[in-house]
C-alpha cells in the first residue's frame, strides 16, 4: 500500500493543504481539519517524514481536534533553510505560526525529533501549550556525547548521512542509503542484493517517484514514502550536534510544566552495545522524572507508534484531551 492510498480518507474527511509564510518570509507548509470550534491540535513529524505520515490517524483526529499538522523545516513542502535546522530556531516558528495561525493554546504532538522540538517548545513556550505528547522522542541517545555513537539512529542514518554529502560517486541518496543500512543484516546479504537491484531499476524507471517495494510490508516503504523531499542538512545538523545548540535536554524537560504524555516503545541493546530503539528503558524514567505532570505510556511497537498502532497512539493521545 502506498501512502497515496492511505491519504484517501484523510481528504474525504476535509482535510485541505496550506502554506504560512514566516515574518522572514520562509514558507511553513501545514495542513488542516474542518472543525475550526473544537480544541486545537498541532501535529509535527519526525524526521525524513511530513505531515501525512499522521495519515492512519488523521481521520479519527478531526472528530475531537482542529488539528494542523506541519511539514517541519527542512522536510515535505516546507523551507529548506539550513540556519534553521536546530530545536530552538524551529520552535520558535511554531511560537509564530500557533499564535498567528492557530490563535492560541494547543495541545501539541510530536514524534521523534518532532518530539524534542515539542518538549523544547513546551517549555520555552509555556503560555502557548496545554499539553504535550511526546512520542518517543530520542532524550538522551542522539545529543552529543559518548553515547551518540552508540544508537542505532547514528549507524543506521546519520554516519551513513555524513559519508554520502563528503563523496561524488553515488548522487542518489535513498540508493546509498539502502546500501549501507543497519538493518540489512537482518535482510542478509542475498535479500538485500534482491532489493537494491530492484531500487536501481524503480529509481531509473519511476523519477520523482518514491521509492516502493512491491513485495515488502509497509513497515519497510514506510521508511522511503518521503525521503527525495527531506533536506539531508538537517541531519548534518544531528551529526555534528549543532541542531541541540542550546538545548539542554534535562534543563528543558524539568521546565515543562503542562501535562505530557510521553510514549515509550520497545527497546533492546545488542550485542554491540547498539540501542536499537530512541530511548531506553533508564532514558524514558529519567526523562519522565523530570518533568512535572508527566505520564509514561508504553507501547508494544517500533518507533513509529501512530503508524503501527494507531488505536494505542490515540489512546495515548486522549489522556490529555480529557
Known sequence: MSYKNLMRPVWKTGYTEKAALLPDGDKLAYAESTDTALEPLLLIHGQTGAWKDYAKVLPAMAAKFHVFAIDCHGHGKSCKNAEKYKAKAIAADIAWFVEHVIGGPVIISGHSSGGLIAAYFAAHYTELTKGALLEDPPFFSTEPGDRWEYSFAYIDTYEPMHRFLNQTEESDWVLFYLKNAAWGKFVGEKGMTKMIRYAEKYRTNNPGKPLNFFFLPDSINHMFWFLDEYDLRFGQAFYDGSWFEDFDQSET????????????????????????????????????????????????????????????????LDLLSH
Open 253 to 316: 524537560l524539568s521546565h515543562i510544566t503542562c501535562p505530557v504524555v510521553l510514549i515509550h516503545t520497545k527497546w533492546a541493546i545488542d550485542e554491540n552495545g547498539i540501542l536499537m530503539a530512541a530511548m531506553s528503558g533508564e532514558d524514558a524514567e529519567r526523562a519522565n522524572s523530570l518533568m512535572k505532570n508527566s505520564t509514561i505510556f508504553n507501547i508494544d511497537s517500533g518507533h513509529d507508534t501512530h503508524f503501527e498502532q494507531p488505536k494505542e497512539f490515540l489512546a495515548a
